[in-house]
């Protein structure tokens, strides 16, 4: 391999990465949802992954490649990674400076899956600066300077030593320090839905969010950081006068890939499906299947499965069965998985119908009792349709919301964002994200039409074939929508 000034690491990286969704996109993924270190949802959910791929046709999304896809990890460890740098330093001093070259680009396309930090930064930095110093005795000049100013745009008060470096390699460094200082700046502001989240460029911490500072144009790695919240690394060009970039870092740093991919289940269930489904369509898959533990923290725990449809958001089927332990029956395990893949029930699988609460979930309104049926107050059914019914129409609220918004994105797009074709550019940055912001927006928009409609045709029918109370609560629904956003409110007195 000939390194050359084009060679970018994170492009590598990436280009793997996007290389593998350009081949048959797997049908299905399988993740846990909730405590992603309970070890026994990351056992369970993986036997629901084992017996699904183990079926003949099955197209199932492999935990690595669901790793490679998010989080590229290293080939080796960090201490195989610094043994490969020790063995190209000791190739430069060899005099074997084509080796030493081919090597290092080899090492810096590992260093770049590190996870961010001093300790990546430092390696970071090792491995530009003596590949700098082959290029430069190789006689590809230029090439080394774009070595060297991988570590000066971030760092430019970085100082060589004088007992590693000779003096021409020294002042070579120096005059791309002052060359740089005078370099027109970019300026690039960074948000995360997350407040204080640490931004790392490059493996390097440089703030907190909201972040707005001046760098040299290029193409940088971003990674943002809070807590145990890690975002997925993505490359970007800062060019132009500003580059904005906003992370949801909430949603991101909610998924992990180890011990088993899961996603941290947010406080609101549904929440947890959309978050899913947008998941799905960040992996290219056609269905999502979301597994979880439901029950007390000791005895027996319901696992339930949810199959979600990726392209229209919305849920196709919901089962489960009772299990103990880190392991589940075998012929539970298999029966679930005929009927989430099938659709066809199992004596052993309890099936979640719209109509009647699963056993896992909490139920909406308190148990009546038959000594009850002759009060006043509204029946259990009667006041379940009301909730059904509020649901429905906040879900259509919260569309017409999703509709301004997404309105206000496109008068956005077309004001300097669209060619003479309608398209956007490949190094149009914000017209991109803009495209992007639109398809889940859609996405958005699609699931909760079907979900109102789902609701508000429920609750009709609930609401008819409910007994009527002897004086029936009043109920008033209140439906606000402006541009900068839309609300519903439902109030009756049960």
Not at 51 to 74: I, K, M, Q, W
Not at 286 to 303: C, D, F, H, Q, T
Not at 330 to 356: M, W
Not at 437 to 448: E, S
Request: proline share 6%; glycine share 10%.
């Amino acid at each position: 391999m000939t390194f050359s000034s084009r060679f970018n690491p994170v492009a590598v990286v990436l280009a793997l990465a996007l290389g593998g969704m350009t081949q048959a996109a797997p049908r299905r993924a399988v993740l846990a949802s909730g405590d992603c270190k309970d070890a026994a949802l990351s056992s369970q959910t993986k036997a629901v992954y084992d017996t699904l791929s183990a079926r003949t046709g099955e197209n199932v999304l492999t935990p690595a490649d669901f790793a490679e896809r998010l989080f590229p990890p290293p080939s080796g460890s960090l201490a195989d990674i610094q043994r490969q740098f020790e063995a190209a330093r000791g190739q430069f001093y060899e005099a074997r400076h084509t080796q030493a070259a081919q090597a290092l680009g080899e090492v810096l396309g590992q260093v770049v899956r590190l996870p961010v930090g001093e300790t990546r930064w430092k390696l970071f930095v090792d491995t530009w600066l003596l590949q700098g110093m082959t290029l430069r005795a190789l006689g590809r000049v230029k090439e080394s300077d774009d070595a060297f100013l991988n570590v000066l745009r971030l760092d430019a008060q970085y100082q060589l030593d004088p007992d590693y470096y000779t003096p021409s390699t020294r002042q070579a460094f120096d005059k791309l320090r002052r060359e740089l200082a005078r370099t027109r700046k970019a300026r690039l502001s960074v948000k995360s839905t997350l407040p204080s989240s640490e931004v790392f460029l490059d493996g390097r911490s440089v703030g907190q969010t909201p972040l707005a500072l001046e760098v040299p144009p290029g193409t940088y790695a971003l990674t943002l950081k809070k807590g145990d919240a890690v975002s997925f690394p993505r490359q970007f060009s800062v060019q132009g006068e500003e580059t904005p970039v906003l992370v949801d870092l909430a949603y991101e740093g909610a998924v992990s890939a180890t011990p088993f991919p899961c996603l941290a289940t947010p406080e609101q269930w549904e929440q947890g499906l959309s978050h899913a489904v947008r998941l799905g369509g960040t992996l290219g898959v056609e269905e999502v299947i979301v597994v979880r533990l439901e029950g007390a923290s000791s005895g027996p725990k319901w696992l339930a499965a949810t199959v979600l449809n990726v392209e229209g958001g919305q849920k196709l089927r919901e089962g489960g069965f009772k299990t103990r332990g880190l392991d589940a029956p075998a012929e539970s395990l298999s029966a679930l998985v005929d009927f989430i893949t099938t659709g066809k029930e199992q004596p052993s699988v309890v099936v979640a119908r719209p109509d009647l609460q699963p056993p896992w979930e909490a139920p909406l309104v308190p148990a009546v009792s038959a000594t009850g049926a002759g009060t006043s107050g509204p029946s259990a059914t009667r006041v379940v349709s009301y909730v059904t019914l509020g649901v429905g129409v906040a879900a259509l609220a919260a569309a017409g919301g999703v509709r301004l918004s997404a309105e206000q994105e496109w008068t956005e797009l077309q004001r300097g964002h669209l060619n003479e074709n309608g398209r956007v550019e490949a190094d149009d940055v914000t017209g991109r994200r803009l495209v992007g912001q639109l398809a889940r927006k859609g996405q958005l928009l699609t699931g909760l039409l079907i979900g109102s409609g789902a609701a508000l045709a429920t609750g009709a029918v609930l609401f008819l074939a409910s007994p009527s109370p002897r004086s029936a609560p009043a109920v008033s629904v209140d439906i606000t929508a402006g541009p900068d956003g839309a609300g519903a409110s439902l109030s009756a007195t049960f």
